[in-house]
């Protein structure tokens, strides 16, 4: 419950400081599009926060064949992937980013520093047992994330700020959620 509290109360604090009312002739710099898995993936769900020319992944997908056609919509798209952020040391946010990376070389993948303390005990594992039971459906391996450097990036020159170490269906409060000031926006995966 404390959680959720203050997850209210970091939320209404942010609708607070956003902007009162855009202009008629401006435009939202920002969008998201929700990239959704097969039906063979727990419904997963992964975000593309796009700006004019960048853009930043939320999540990355379960299974192999769902992060290729995520990576194939970051690249129709045409903006230059920023960075992949993962909200939590779940399997089915995290297996996919191999193939993002893959596809992306370099780019960067993300996760608070508690939420990485989490991944390193228990992503191997938990990757080697779905890997066993599925190994044509999940990638080769897993990527290793490092710690966000801020809890605010930005897309654009726009504002995302992350909003960290949540208590979710990881009951250890290492699921975070993403804020986006600029649309009012909050992307909350499994919190």
Do not use: C
């Not at 960048?54 to 192999?64: F, G, I, K, T």
């Not at 129709?76 to 779940?90: F, N, Y």
């Not at 939420?115 to 999940?138: C, D, G, I, V, W």
């Amino acid at each position: 419950v404390t959680a959720f509290a203050a997850l209210s109360v970091t939320i209404s604090l942010a609708l607070l400081e956003r902007p009162t009312v855009a202009s008629a002739r401006t435009a939202p710099k920002l969008t998201i599009e929700e990239v959704g898995a097969d039906s063979t993936a727990f419904d997963v769900v992964a975000t593309i926060i796009m700006g004019p020319k960048e853009a930043v992944l939320w999540d990355a997908q379960y299974h192999v064949a769902d992060a290729r056609r995520l990576a194939d919509r970051i690249a129709a798209s045409g903006r230059h992937l920023k960075a992949i952020i993962l909200s939590h040391p779940d399997h089915d946010h995290f297996a996919g980013a191999a193939a993002i990376v893959e596809r992306f070389p370099g780019t960067p993948v993300y996760m608070t520093a508690k939420a990485l303390e989490e991944y390193k005990r228990t992503a191997a594992p938990a990757f080697n047992n779905e890997k066993s039971r599925a190994p044509q459906m999940l990638p080769d391996s897993i990527v290793t994330p490092v710690p966000l450097p801020s809890m605010q990036l930005t897309v654009d020159g726009e504002k995302v700020e992350i909003i960290p170490d949540l208590t979710g269906d990881v009951i250890t409060g290492v699921n975070s959620v993403l804020w986006i000031p600029s649309i009012s926006t909050v992307l909350a995966s499994d919190v």
